[in-house]
């Protein structure tokens, strides 16, 4: 069994109307996949089906999943309060960023880490920033990662938000002044935001790889044997 996963933030409208030009690059770049290579497609967003299945015929919308690897048991507090990005930079980010890189040390790791070292980077930060690759709105995998490693999260609005809730699991924020004061508010205040560090941490278990893959595999299993597939082989 082969499933394919549809990690990009694509369109939302069938024909891509109103679409930022990054999304409409990325749903071309869709284009070139050859369906028939799997028995079934999840897509990380429920909202962009619509403009996929132009192209490849979507089976269920499930978020990426959180290796096992990078949850912690035990919240330690930095009393830092290091603020770090973790992502690639572009200019929206640049924007939303420049104040918070200025003046209040935010790191930015823009290439990319593997586990380990992503592990690694997020036990020496306390905060978490997650921004938008443009200014559209989309769910990022970091979100999640940084609530398994037990990081307060400060996120560009969430869209859409798989269960998580603003002001309660993460700190909403919605252009670079906001961003700024959210850092600022926990290095001044740590111990105000700790039960938001919490309940970020117990939302987390929604995206645990561990209990996450064994429900979805299983779910298609029994779907190939009702259905079957039309994946080519050989």
């Known amino acids: 069994m082969t499933i394919g996963w549809l990690t990009e933030p694509l369109p939302r409208t069938p024909d891509g109307d109103g679409a ?3 999304q ?3 749903l071309e770049y869709l284009s070139a996949t050859d369906a028939s290579n799997f028995d ?3 897509s990380f967003d429920p909202l962009v089906v619509r403009a996929a299945r132009r192209y490849v015929p979507v089976w269920r919308s499930v978020p990426l999943p959180v290796a096992d690897s990078l949850y912690v048991d035990r919240i330690e507090s930095d009393p830092e309060c290091r603020p770090i990005f973790i992502g690639r930079s572009t200019p929206h980010r640049e924007r939303m960023l420049e104040r918070s890189k200025h003046y209040l040390e935010l790191l930015h ?3 990319g880490t593997k586990a380990e070292e992503l592990a690694d980077a997020l036990r020496r930060a306390t905060i978490s ?3 938008h690759n443009e200014p559209y709105p989309s769910f990022e995998n970091r979100v999640s990662i940084s609530l398994a490693a037990g990081r307060l999260v400060v996120s560009e609005p969430l869209s859409p938000t798989h ?3 603003p002001g309660i699991d ?4 919605t252009n670079a002044w906001e961003v700024d004061q959210a850092i600022w508010a926990v290095k001044q205040y740590p111990e105000a935001y700790e039960p938001m560090r919490l309940r970020g941490r117990l939302k987390a278990e929604l995206f645990r790889a561990s209990r996450v893959y064994p429900r979805l595999v ?3 299993l029994h779907d190939l044997a009702v259905f079957g597939s039309e994946r080519r082989l050989g």
């Open 40 to 42: 079934r497609i999840v």
């Open 20 to 22: 930022h030009p990054d």
């Open 129 to 131: 920033v997650n921004l």
């Open 170 to 173: 993460f700190v909403e924020v």
């Open 163 to 165: 269960g998580l809730e």
């Open 218 to 220: 299983n779910a298609a």
């Open 109 to 111: 790791i823009a290439h």
């Open 24 to 26: 409409l690059r990325r």
